[in-house]
């Protein structure tokens, strides 16, 4: 499995972004979900979402500004932010289990999910 994030952006507050994560390989019933890591703090789960069914969970932090998503045809999950504060500057990163076992508990660690894209960075300014 690999994971590809792209749609990361230089903008102001109160700006919106869509980030996209392309999978390769088997898409259907994983769990994956998004974290973001900013500079000298630890990895922070955003968003998850079982690929091929309607479950999604957010962390606490996500306060209704995150929105995941997923197009089954186009293999990508994404990571909708609106209202984009300084505070959200980060890298983002997509990361994947290897299998549909999914819950807001799978956001406090990263630990729990085996596979990592690169990164596409944000910053708010």
């Known amino acids: 499995v690999q994971l590809v994030e792209s749609g990361g952006d230089s903008v102001e507050s109160g700006g919106s972004l869509r980030l996209s994560c392309v999978v390769s390989?088997?898409?259907?019933?994983?769990?994956m979900a998004w974290f973001r890591q900013a500079p000298g703090k630890e990895r922070q789960g955003v968003a998850a979402?079982?690929?091929?069914?309607?479950?999604?969970y957010y962390a606490g932090s996500a306060n209704g500004r995150f929105t995941i998503s997923q197009d089954n045809a186009k293999s990508t999950i994404y990571l909708q932010i609106d209202s984009l504060k300084p505070d959200d500057t980060a890298m983002y990163y997509c990361?994947?289990?290897?299998?549909?076992?999914?819950?807001?508990?799978?956001?406090?660690?990263?630990?729990?999910?085996?596979?990592w894209g690169q990164g596409t960075q944000v910053t708010v300014s």
């Open positions: 990361a994947a289990r290897t299998d549909s076992d999914c819950g807001i508990w799978h956001l406090a660690t990263a630990g729990y999910f085996r596979y």
């Open positions: 979402i079982v690929t091929g069914a309607h479950n999604k």
């Open positions: 390989g088997y898409f259907r019933k994983r769990c």
